[in-house]
T-cell receptor, first 113, second 110 residues
Framework: EADIYQTPRYLVIGTGKKITLECSQT?????MYWYQQDPGMELHLIHY???????EKGDLSSESTVSRIRTEHFPLTLESARPSHTSQYLC????????????FGDGTRLSIL | SQQGEEDPQALSIQEGENATMNCSYK?????LQWYRQNSGRGLVHLIL?????REKHSGRLRVTLDTSKKSSSLLITASRAADTASYFC??????????FGSGTKLNVKP
């Protein structure tokens, strides 16, 4: 439906590993977002970007980091995964921000053992 | 949080019935958006209503907005089993950050 892709879809990995969650969109959108969502719960914004070389932290404190070197690519990295990072991570993009719909990927369900 | 509550948290109806869910928010808005999320998937945009609009229709969806009460409602008419999903409302602030409600889980029984 939407041209925004997240990989992997599922990841089960041990504590202490470095993880990168990939997010790519082919729509040329400047605005991109990362949300964290526990099953059945609301979405919490953890990072967002207005464009290349722009990244900001969201309202929910997160130990993850993001980068935006290319318009289409907005990866999220956890340097040392912990069980508390277990959650679903959703990536989204939008053309003009708040006055336009957001397009979502299908998410990465992350489980840290 | 900029976003308020959605109500009800869960709703179970028979196929063919109408489903109504409500959303409240806390600050002034330019627009309010509704999204659907099927289990294990990302969110899909359904409809956007601007602050100067009171009602908007899209197929079987009807959205109302009351800015004086800071609330919105989503009505799904003649529901189908395929409408089973979680429904979220969202608003955005002046910095293009989106805030989502806690969602309503709709179950449509065949």
């Amino acid at each position: 439906e939407a041209d925004i892709y997240q990989t992997p879809r599922y990841l089960v990995i041990g504590t202490g590993k470095k993880i990168t969650l990939e997010c790519s969109q082919t729509m040329g959108h400047d605005k991109m977002y990362w949300y964290q969502q526990d099953p059945g719960m609301e979405l919490h914004l953890i990072h967002y970007s207005y464009g290349v070389n722009s990244t900001e932290k969201g309202d929910l404190s997160s130990e993850s980091t993001v980068s935006r070197i290319r318009t289409e690519h907005f990866p999220l990295t956890l340097e040392s995964a912990r069980p508390s990072h277990t959650s679903q991570y959703l990536c989204a993009s939008s053309l003009y921000g708040g006055n336009q719909p957001q397009h979502f990927g299908d998410g990465t369900r992350l489980s840290i053992l | 949080s900029q976003q308020g509550e959605e109500d009800p948290q869960a709703l179970s109806i028979q196929e063919g019935e109408n489903a109504t869910m409500n959303c409240s928010y806390k600050t002034s808005i330019n627009n309010l958006q509704w999204y659907r999320q099927n289990s294990g998937r990302g969110l899909v945009h359904l409809i956007l209503i601007r602050s100067n609009e009171r009602e908007k229709h899209s197929g079987r969806l009807r959205v109302t907005l009351d800015t004086s009460k800071k609330s919105s409602s989503l009505l799904i008419t003649a529901s189908r089993a395929a409408d089973t999903a979680s429904y979220f409302c969202a608003t955005a602030d002046n910095f293009n950050k989106f805030y989502f409600g806690s969602g309503t889980k709709l179950n449509v029984k065949p």
